[in-house]
């Protein structure tokens, strides 16, 4: 049984009481190829909580690439027919929403505490002091908090303690990763959201929630890197002790592959993207080149197709998922952690779904690969079960852990966890 510790706590969660019913959540994720929208509701047993989708929605994402909003009328009327279906299915009305951020509008920085245990027995006011001395490092500038996280504990030089608390020391350090987003960015979407007559509650970075709907609690506990390759963007995760010590969200995604397929055959757009749905792999085979199809031209207006084989098709793809990969590589060894992603890594997004997509990753990245899908949510049907919709069911889970915060906040308990949490948002919490 994995032991729970206060590193697998969030500490910034917005404290606002802003859920339309006790037990109703809704999470939009906004990507470039898709706006996937959940209602769900939350089932209680015995003492968990477990979200249940209620309603889904799905649109062809406009006004967006790569994370960039390029027309707000656009991506305003995606958002709206996403959760109207998601609305329609429920059979209610949402008020509420958590929304998601990718690409390079996302920073993190770790930053480092550190005190002098006087008293030689480390108390809780020693790791609400340990904390704050990491925050007042963070430079707020031009940067929107989404999640505050205890990296480790560090006790007299020793690493990766979960709760120093009662511990005999002579110094107490911690490391905190924060993650941020572009508030410019994060300001224009809530503008859109608003003006769907939607209200935006939380924001939530796209490498840590799209993890907490697929990983396993012994997969954070051991070690783990996970990779959300998305169609503008490509998220990245690393997880150690519980706790997620790396997150980083790229600018290249499976959009490219796409776009190349559609420029060397100059086919539109579309049609390139469902030649690579149908045909596209990232492996060769030994029939490839006997297999042939066609596609139309662009701008032909007869009939004309061009011809080609499965072969082809793969020698424009390989490329460019070998460079999404390499990118993802590089960002693995500057964290420090690239022993870990030896050892497990955790492919998921729309990108992971491309046929040979686990061969092809476990060479390049010289590590062991898996698909990633969500797990732990109810009502996930064939539909909505894919690892393109990680993500969105991440934001549910997570917005489960905002709303325990919000309770405890609400009852005031001044235990451990609680202390954490109000020093980190300061005194109005």
Not at 10 to 23: A, G, L, R, T
Not at 50 to 66: A, C, D, L, T
Not at 371 to 399: D, T, W, Y
Request: aromatic letters at 8%.
């Amino acid at each position: 049984m994995v032991k729970n510790n206060i590193n697998q706590h969030d500490f910034f969660i917005n404290s606002e009481v802003s859920y339309q019913s006790d037990n109703i959540i809704t999470a939009i994720d906004i990507g470039s190829d898709k706006i996937i929208c959940f209602i769900a509701k939350i089932d209680k047993i015995l003492d968990k909580e477990k979200p249940r989708i209620v309603g889904f929605g799905h649109s062809q994402s406009k006004g967006i690439r790569n994370g960039a909003i390029t027309n707000i009328t656009e991506l305003e009327k995606s958002i709206r027919r996403a959760v109207d279906q998601a609305e329609n299915l429920a059979g209610f009305e949402v008020k509420n929403v958590s929304v998601n951020i990718s690409g390079n509008y996302i920073g993190t920085e770790r930053l480092f505490g550190e005190l002098s245990v006087d008293s030689g027995i480390i108390n809780h006011d020693h790791i609400v002091e340990v904390i704050d001395d990491a925050k007042k490092k963070f430079n707020s500038k031009n940067k929107k908090i989404l999640h505050v996280i205890p990296s480790h504990f560090i006790v007299d030089n020793i690493k990766n303690i979960s709760n120093p608390s009662g511990m005999s020391a002579n110094k107490l350090a911690v490391k905190l990763l924060f993650i941020y987003g572009k508030p410019n960015h994060i300001n224009n979407l809530e503008t859109i959201i608003n003006n769907c007559f939607l209200k935006v509650i939380s924001f939530t970075a796209k490498p840590y929630v799209s993890a907490l709907s697929i990983l396993t609690n012994e997969e954070k506990e051991s070690g783990v890197v996970c990779i959300d390759i998305g169609s503008g963007s490509t998220s990245i995760s690393i997880f150690i002790d519980g706790s997620i010590v790396f997150a980083k969200s790229i600018n290249i995604g499976a959009w490219y592959i796409s776009s190349d397929i559609s420029k060397v055959l100059s086919t539109p757009f579309d049609q390139a993207e469902a030649i690579k749905t149908f045909y596209g792999s990232a492996l060769r085979g030994p029939n490839d080149g006997e297999e042939i199809f066609s596609t139309p031209l662009m701008g032909s207006d007869s009939d004309e197709r061009l011809s080609l084989s499965k072969s082809r098709l793969i020698s424009i793809i390989q490329p460019r998922f070998y460079e999404i990969l390499m990118h993802a590589k590089k960002y693995i060894e500057q964290s420090g952690y690239n022993d870990i992603a030896k050892r497990n890594t955790v492919i998921t997004g729309g990108g992971s779904e491309l046929i040979g997509s686990v061969e092809f990753s476990e060479r390049t990245l010289e590590s062991r690969v898996h698909i990633g899908k969500p797990r732990n949510i109810n009502g996930l049907n064939e539909q909505i079960s894919g690892p393109v919709f990680s993500s969105c069911a991440g934001m549910l889970i997570h917005s489960i852990l905002s709303k325990k915060k919000e309770i405890n906040a609400q009852s005031k308990q001044q235990n451990f966890a609680y202390k954490l949490i109000q020093k980190i948002m300061g005194s109005g919490f």
